[in-house]
């Protein structure tokens, strides 16, 4: 009898638990056991990014959006209606568009709003409107003083193509000192309109006095084709070239001053909050590294301490 109980003792199948098999609830027990361990590298995580809030000051983005100006804004450029003074459209500017340049139909002689705030972008984009900021400002409200640590943001829409009209731009410049922020962004913004006017007067006196020169010189082989030969029509040419001739040199010289070259979709005003540091995206990352390193680092303990135990 005693062998037969022997044999049916020996034939039971084993419940024993598999070597490898965790146990969550034993995890979770000695997670809880070391729960003071994860609350203190939470808290220190914490401590950090207060400590890396508290060091870093408040940045505030002052933006603007500008829109090409109306036409009635151009007028004066509009009134230079030679047929020959063609107003070249402004390049594209290097981070804007990457076509080379916009043509405007042949014999167009006004401005278009589109071309004046491409003109203007082309302003705010250069590095002398940010030199003349630096001499305006103090080099501490720049960073380290320099050109590259001066940044102004341009923004469109939409990816800019050569076809593509720019309905708007919008440009912004940081700085923790909000109200100084929207002082340097309204000065940018002027001198980007002056410069802009600058440099299309400057274009306008050059096509001028191309203009007026190869006149003058027609004008000069007219009267000698006259002196030859009294032809009503060479006198009617000269009469012509010299009407053109005047009408040019009146255009040169006049004041553009009064153009705008952008316009202010709204006025310019101070951020009600900081744009950095992002408080609650740091206070989130920190509560959930300080987690995470916790509770690795308990798991690692516990696997320490059941790897002796089982030696």
């Known amino acids: 009898m005693a062998d037969k109980h022997q044999d049916v003792r020996v034939n039971q199948p084993s419940k024993q638990a598999p070597v490898n098999e965790i ?40 933006e603007a959006m500008i829109v090409p100006p109306a036409l009635a804004d151009l007028e004066s450029v509009s009134a230079v209606s030679v047929d020959a003074i063609v107003i070249a459209p402004a390049p594209a500017p ?15 002689s006004s401005l278009t709003p589109q071309d004046a705030l491409l003109r203007s972008l082309i302003q705010l984009e250069s ?37 593509t009209e720019i309905k708007y731009a919008v440009v912004s410049f940081e700085h923790p000192d909000r109200v100084h922020a929207r002082t340097v962004l309204e000065y940018l913004l002027s001198e980007a309109n ?26 000069q082989q007219a009267m000698l084709l006259r002196a030859e030969s009294d032809s009503p029509y060479l006198n009617e040419m000269v009469t012509d070239l010299r009407l053109d001739i005047n009408v040019l040199k009146a255009y040169s010289g006049q004041d553009y001053s009064s153009l705008k070259m952008l316009a202010l979709a709204n006025p310019v005003e101070l951020p009600n909050a900081p744009v950095k540091p992002k408080k609650t995206l740091i206070v989130a990352l920190a509560i959930a590294g300080g987690l995470f390193l916790g509770v690795f680092l308990s798991l690692v303990l516990y696997s320490i301490a059941q790897r002796k135990s089982a030696l």
């Open 127 to 163: 590095a002398s409107i940010r030199e003349e900021a630096l001499q305006k400002f103090p080099a501490e409200s720049f960073g380290n003083g320099s050109t590259n640590d001066f940044q102004v943001v341009i923004a469109t829409p939409k990816k800019i193509s050569a076809s």
């Open 94 to 108: 290097s981070t804007l568009i990457r076509a080379n340049q916009i043509t405007l139909p042949t014999g167009q």
């Open 23 to 62: 146990d969550i609830f034993v995890v979770a027990a000695a997670l809880w056991q070391r729960r003071w361990l994860i609350v203190a590298i939470t808290l220190l995580s914490l401590v950090a990014a207060f400590a890396y809030i508290q060091l870093n000051p408040a940045i505030y983005r002052v």
């Open 194 to 219: 002056n410069n802009a006017i600058a440099a299309l007067t400057e274009e306008i006196e050059y096509k001028l006095r191309a203009r007026t020169i190869s006149l003058e010189n027609k004008l």
